[in-house]
């Protein structure tokens, strides 16, 4: 599989406070993950579809939180896909601190700054497939911030530009 190119996204969501009717109670963390498989699934409704580890931290999440952003990113920007594809990485927290982004309007999730393409979604449906869950979300809003450049490509197990 490492011969088939695919495009890399930014999927983030907001991991909701621990209580929150509780001031004191720690406020909720934003959460991304890079992913390469990444697919549109239908365009009436429009459907996009995700693929994450089993048990991975997104996974968990988007188990429990149904709304969630897709920003496709572009080639310039590589080091966002490589600090949030990370094993054993810190506090999410952190790794957000220096991208610009914006929070969406319908799922308060990061959506990246110059990235290509942006997407909000609200998942439909979770299918267990080997060691990973597909996740298939509505595409609540889209837009095109950044017209600039092209995208970031995965191919044989590396980050790539077209052309």
């Known amino acids: 599989?490492?011969?088939?190119?695919?495009?890399v996204v930014l999927v983030t969501a907001r991991e909701?406070?621990?209580d929150p009717d509780d001031p004191q109670a720690p406020s909720g963390e934003d959460v991304g993950m890079t992913a390469t498989a990444f697919m549109s699934v239908s365009l009436d409704p429009p459907l996009v579809l995700v693929s994450l580890?089993?048990?991975s931290r997104m996974d968990d999440l988007l188990d429990e939180q149904p709304?969630?952003?897709?920003?496709?990113?572009?080639?310039?920007?590589?080091?966002?896909?490589?600090?949030f594809a990370m094993k054993g990485r810190v506090s999410d927290r952190l790794?957000?601190?220096?991208?610009?982004?914006l929070r969406g309007e319908a799922t308060d999730a990061p959506l990246v700054g110059g990235a290509l393409?942006?997407?909000e979604c609200r998942t439909e449906q979770r299918v267990s497939a080997g060691d990973h869950t597909l996740v298939i979300g509505r595409v609540l809003t889209a837009s095109?911030?950044?017209?600039?450049?092209?995208?970031?490509a995965y191919f044989r197990g590396?980050?790539?530009q077209l052309g």
Not at 1 to 7: N, T
């Open 1 to 7: 599989m490492s011969r088939l190119a695919s495009g």
């Open 16 to 18: 909701e406070p621990l």
């Open 53 to 55: 580890r089993e048990g």
């Open 67 to 83: 709304l969630w952003a897709v920003s496709v990113l572009s080639e310039s920007q590589r080091h966002i896909a490589g600090r």
């Open 95 to 101: 790794l957000f601190a220096d991208i610009p982004y």
């Open 117 to 119: 393409a942006t997407l």
């Open 144 to 152: 095109l911030p950044s017209a600039d450049g092209g995208p970031l």
């Open 158 to 160: 590396r980050y790539r």
